[in-house]
C-alpha cells in the first residue's frame, strides 16, 4: 500500500508539474506577444515618437559663412550662439556660456576677464573700448543679436551677472536710454545679416 500510495503521489506530483510549465510557457508566450505588439503599435498612436532633443537651427548661414573664413578667425559674441559656432562652424569665440564654467582658477580668471571686457566694449557710449578689445585678444568678427542692445536681453542672461563691474555698467548705460558706439556701426561694419543676428568685421570697427 504504501509503494502504490507512494507512485501514485509521484504522479500527481508530476501531472501538476507539467501542467504548471504548460502554463508558465503559455504566460511567457503570451506577454511576450503583447510586449511585441505594443512596440509595434506605439509609435503609430503616439505623436511625440520618437521624442529628441534636436533643434532646428536659425543660424545656418552664419555657420556657412564663418566656414569660409580662415580656420583661426575669432569670434566675439555676448549671443548664446557661441557655444555652437566651434562645433558647427569649426571656429573659435572669444568667450562662452558654456566655456565659462569655473573649473579652474587660472583659467576661469581669463574667461572672466575677456566676459568684463567684452560686456564693458558692447556698451560703452565710446567705441574705444571695442578696438582695444579687438587689438586686444585678435578678434575678426564681433557677432550682436538683433536684441543685443536692449535691457531684456542682458537681464535673461543671469550667468553674465557675476561679471562686474561689466554688467551692471551694461544695464545702467541701457536703462539710460545711452546709445552704445557699437550700435552705430550695424550697418556700416555689417558683412552678414540673418533674421537673428548681425555680424560685424573688427577691420571695418577699427578703422571708425
Request: hydrophobic share 40%; glycine share 2%.
Amino acid at each position: 500500500m504504501a509503494i502504490a500510495a507512494g507512485i501514485t503521489l509521484t504522479v500527481i506530483l508530476e501531472r501538476l508539474f507539467h501542467a504548471y510549465q504548460q502554463k508558465r510557457r503559455l504566460w511567457q508566450i503570451t506577454l511576450a506577444v503583447s510586449l511585441i505588439t505594443f512596440l509595434l503599435l506605439y509609435p503609430n498612436f503616439s505623436g511625440r515618437f520618437p521624442t529628441t532633443d534636436y533643434r532646428q537651427s536659425t543660424a545656418s548661414a552664419l555657420y556657412k559663412f564663418l566656414q569660409q573664413q580662415p580656420k583661426d578667425t575669432l569670434v566675439a559674441t555676448l549671443s548664446d550662439e557661441a557655444d555652437n559656432i566651434p562645433t558647427f562652424a569649426q571656429r573659435p569665440i572669444l568667450v562662452g556660456r558654456e566655456y565659462a564654467l569655473p573649473f579652474h582658477l587660472g583659467y576661469y580668471s581669463q574667461i572672466r576677464q575677456r566676459i568684463i571686457d567684452l560686456l564693458h566694449a558692447q556698451y560703452s557710449q565710446d567705441l574705444t573700448p571695442a578696438k582695444q578689445l579687438i587689438q586686444k585678444y585678435g578678434v575678426d568678427f564681433w557677432l550682436i543679436e538683433n536684441t543685443s542692445f536692449q535691457v531684456d536681453y542682458l537681464i535673461i542672461k543671469p550667468w553674465l551677472k557675476s561679471f562686474q563691474p561689466g554688467f551692471n555698467e551694461a544695464i545702467s548705460n541701457l536703462s539710460q536710454n545711452k546709445i552704445p558706439a557699437l550700435a552705430t556701426l550695424t550697418k556700416n561694419c555689417s558683412v552678414l545679416e540673418t533674421e537673428n543676428f548681425i555680424l560685424l568685421k573688427a577691420d571695418c570697427i577699427l578703422e571708425e
